[in-house]
């Protein structure tokens, strides 16, 4: 089993920029494929972005590519989404989730391991 600690969130304003990270422990997250997902108040979980267990594909949502990046270190046992040119929408907590298939998913049901949450607040 693996222990997921997510941080780097904050209050922004819209533009601006945020890193958030992702730490595990308990097992060593080369062995995940991990995603980020995000939730706004009212609304379904969704996801943000997704890596591969060795960090050489990356997906992301149409509402985010070009703005945000996945990226990780396997040797720091941590995940990372770079957060740049951010808008109001962008506002909602922020998880990242680990799934043990290969396999790419898009949904929240697909992912094994989730941490508490981070939240992202982006004023106008």
């Known amino acids: 089993q693996v222990q997921l600690v997510e941080s780097g969130g904050g209050l922004v304003q819209a533009g601006g920029s945020l890193r958030l990270s992702c730490t595990a422990s308990g097992r060593t997250l080369s062995n995940y494929l991990m995603g980020w997902f995000r939730q706004a108040p009212g609304k379904e979980r969704e996801f943000v972005a997704a890596?591969?267990?060795?960090?050489?594909?990356?997906y992301h949502a149409d509402s985010v590519k070009g703005r945000f990046t996945i990226s990780r270190d396997n040797a720091k046992n941590t995940v990372y989404l770079q957060m740049n040119s951010l808008k109001p929408e962008d506002t909602a907590v922020y998880y990242c989730a680990a799934r043990q298939r290969r396999v790419v998913s898009f949904y929240v049901n697909d992912y094994d391991y989730w941490g508490q949450g981070t939240q992202v607040t982006v004023s106008s």
């Open positions: 890596i591969s267990r060795g960090g050489t594909n990356t």
